[in-house]
């Protein structure tokens, strides 16, 4: 049954992931009503939708769950929302789902908005893991359990368990890509490396950039990597609301600065995609050098993949965010029937993961995790994205698409 609602889910998504674009204007409002047959869509798979619902409704109890994700502007999110939304609606939940147009103020009302709609269980991305906690208060008090989704919620006693992938893990094989790619251990150097790191309201960014420059320590501190910038500190390298635009505004005058004569950059490590884009840019546009720079990223979208087959990105580290909601769904599944969630849980999972009760300190709880496993894509391996079934060809063999696309 399990394998026929993942494969179900995954059907309904090609459909509904089809009217998913970039930016929306009306980010805040409520993307899915209570799923019934009057739903105004238009794809094929919406009776698959609602019949699966019937199925299901009686585990599900008719509950319903509220999903706060931070933004349409960055591509995962999208991907996450409607993977989520699926899922959970293949299993007999009503879905209520916001996109917050990475606004904090916005993210608060439109979780108040789902606290005064009653819904039963809150899976929240926050924008600002810190800015959460009087709102999930009166979660709490309205007795709405609370699942931090991907990124920590800090400063809270509300959240219950967190679902993520290994963040310092994404760091750390980025950073041993580089280490490979340049063969630190036996080449004696010395390269050059500039840092990009992600938003520091997000809470897994400073776990992306510790990961990569622990990998990485012992040759910068060997001499065998320098940073001309001298921006070796997170903050220093850190990118507001992950955005391409200031990752390449960064990046052009990192290299106006320090790279404008004969200088050469190998390596920019990049925390993800949205930040590998922009500085990619920077790099095509206004680097001088003969040789092409080490990119890295994480995500897995589309942009980023066709630089990678264009080599003007070396790597990404991907997670199957489809996996993810789909481990979100056990756990809520489990909360929602009055259990309490622990490491044996993980038997009950598709995808790999471990069950972390150390790692996930929010500043008021250890927060206990669910953690799946994040792998390394590059132009050798990209057929394991297709493999997924969430990725394909293009018509000319030559760069990869999402299946929901052209559905
Ligand atoms: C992080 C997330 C990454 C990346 C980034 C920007 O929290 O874990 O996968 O997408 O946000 O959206």
């Given at each position: ?299 897995g979208?589309?942009?980023?993949l ?76 990209l057929?394991?994205l297709v493999?997924t079934g969430l990725y394909k060809w ?6 990869l698409e999402s299946t929901?696309?052209?559905?």
């Open positions: 049954m399990k394998k026929f609602i993942a494969a179900l889910s995954t059907f309904v998504m090609l459909g509904s992931l089809a009217s998913c674009g970039g930016a929306s204007t009306s980010e805040s409002s409520k993307e899915s009503k209570p799923s019934t047959n009057t739903e105004s869509k238009t794809d094929a798979n919406t009776d698959e939708s609602a019949s699966s619902n019937t199925d299901e409704s009686t585990s599900s109890g008719g509950k319903t769950v509220g999903i706060a994700m931070p933004t349409k502007s960055l591509e995962r999110w999208n991907r996450d929302g409607e993977y989520l939304k699926s899922q959970f609606e293949a299993a007999g939940y009503t879905v209520e789902l916001k996109y917050s147009d990475n606004d904090t103020n916005q993210q608060n009302n439109d979780i108040q908005g789902m606290i005064a709609d009653k819904v039963d269980l809150l899976l929240i991305a926050a924008i600002d893991g810190n800015t959460l906690s009087q709102t999930l208060a009166d979660a709490k008090d309205a007795g709405i359990s609370v699942v931090a989704y991907d990124r920590l919620i800090m400063n809270t006693d509300a959240v219950s368990y967190y679902v993520s992938f290994d963040n310092y893990t994404v760091g750390k094989l980025q950073g041993e890509f580089v280490r490979d790619q340049l063969k630190l251990d036996s080449e004696a150097g010395p390269f050059n490396i500039e840092f990009t790191a992600g938003d520091p309201a997000d809470n897994n960014a400073g776990y992306f950039f510790n990961g990569a420059y622990d990998a990485l320590k012992e040759y910068i501190d060997a001499g065998k990597l320098n940073i001309p910038s001298g921006k070796v500190k997170f903050e220093q390298v850190a990118t507001d609301k992950w955005s391409t635009d200031t990752a390449l505004e960064n990046m052009q005058n990192t290299l106006a600065s320090y790279y404008s004569k004969d200088e050469q950059l190998d390596v920019a490590l990049c925390s993800n995609d949205s930040t590998a884009l922009g500085v990619a840019q920077a790099i095509s546009s206004d680097y001088k050098g003969k040789n092409v720079p080490i990119v890295t990223g994480q995500d979208d589309i942009a980023n066709k630089n990678i087959v264009d080599g003007k990105q070396s790597m990404t580290v991907y997670k199957n965010v489809s996996d993810e909601a789909g481990v979100t769904l056990e756990v809520s599944k489990a909360i929602l029937s009055g259990q309490t969630p622990d490491g044996s849980l993980i038997s009950s999972f598709t995808a790999e993961a471990t069950y972390d009760t150390e790692s996930y300190d929010n500043g008021v709880k250890v927060v206990p995790s669910y953690l799946l496993v994040p792998y390394v894509i590059t132009k050798d391996n057929d394991v493999d293009d018509s000319d063999n030559k760069y929901a696309e052209t559905t």
